[in-house]
């Protein structure tokens, strides 16, 4: 009887051990599952520059999400795989290694509406594509491009090609992205609201200079190997002035003094355009009535006071159209309609040297005439405009029948070679998800990689007397109360 009660108890013990061992098992099934499920596990904000318990009260949740379904590739998530898996179109050995911060959603996606379901920093972008905000928001949604792409860069057979590939290990990479969408943030979140005591756009950029610079990363290089994207103008105003060593990629240095942004250090990418693109164009020289083209504010500030002297001698030419308009109503269907009834379009300086209307004229195959004295054009250093557009001096366009005579004088040959260019290089300058060969995502990480080799130049040089420092602080906790955990 004892024996038999020893046997049931030692059964009793291993069917006990047995559902431990198998819930533990389930357990860390789940935990990796989940894991797998999120790119990386959040970071949270610390409470210490809250401005108000209601700032993020006014982040529009309802702009809604649409579903990006590709049943051709798996849907693996980014966070857990080594970049030594089997890339069909990414070859690591190739691409710029750009390490991600995962900041919470509030600094990029949650600005668009997106929820994490699962407490994720990142929407898993094969299978859930968060919509950027529409209108003008999209000239400068560069960032939004960047970010996609650097998420989608690990996916086993990924779609499209790569020029850049996330890495997990900072030491491995040779730049450091920085996923806020401040272009987003400014246009958007710029006000201050009646719970507020500061802006949403100015309390990010407090909260993303107190993570930057107590980073290992940041300390590490000082900041110079770090690519912040601020292509809208007013973007980044308060933070640009402590974050300056890092590259910015930006539209223009207009708004910028030398020492904190210049051609040097910084890319230059093209602001997607609005107007819609021209598919299929056959409308050659003669197919065009209307030989100049502008539309848009003509009384503007700082530069863009040559536009008014401009509408003034161009305004009763012939086959000239210059005129005001706005994005408003109808406002980018004219636009379209006049620019693919032109042969030239006028790019002139605004409020900053440059617009969108530059690439509105090439998406439209409406061979741009640029008169602004300041202007830095993306790629230049790898495409020559020269080609395809024309240069005026100011100084030269103001005097009277200056440029609409030089415009006369460009004949059906000549405008037809710089149009064909115009439709061979325009892929340059369109943005995709998934991104394609040498569309604009992918120039833009050219372009990094070009400056990446400058990059360690200037950390190496900055470390050599590294022996002395004494300041090896660990980063600060980042955290955020649970009611702006997005």
Known sequence: MTERNTQSIGSASRRTIFCVITSITFLLISSLSFFLHCSSHPYFINNSLLPSPKIFAVIDTENPSFHYQNTGHPSIHGGDISIEENLSNCNPKKALKVFMYDLPPIFHFGLVGWKSK????????LSEVPEYAGGLNLQHSIEYWLTLDLLSSRYPNRPGPCNAIRVDNSREADVIFVPFFASLSVNRYSKVTQFQNMSTNKFLQAKLVEFLTAQEEWKGS?????????HHPNSMQDARRMLWPAMFILADFGRYPPSIANVEKDVIAPYRHVIN?????????DSRPTLLYFQGAIYRKDGGIFRQELFYLLKDEKDVHFSFGTAKGDGVNKASQGMHSSKFCLNIAGDTPSSNRLFDAIASHCVPVIVSDEIELPFEDVIDYSEFCIFVRTADAIKEGF?????????RDEWTHMWRRLKEIEHHFEFHYPSQKDDAVQMIWQAVARKASAIRLKVHKSRRFSWYDTTNDRPKPFTLPKEFDL
């Open 403 to 411: 440029l609409i005579n030089l415009i006369r004088s460009i004949g």
């Open 277 to 285: 693109r021209f598919v299929n164009d056959t409308l050659g020289f």
């Open 118 to 125: 699962s407490r994720c920093v990142w929407p898993d972008v």
């Open 222 to 230: 000082g900041g110079r190997d770090h690519v912040i994207v601020a």
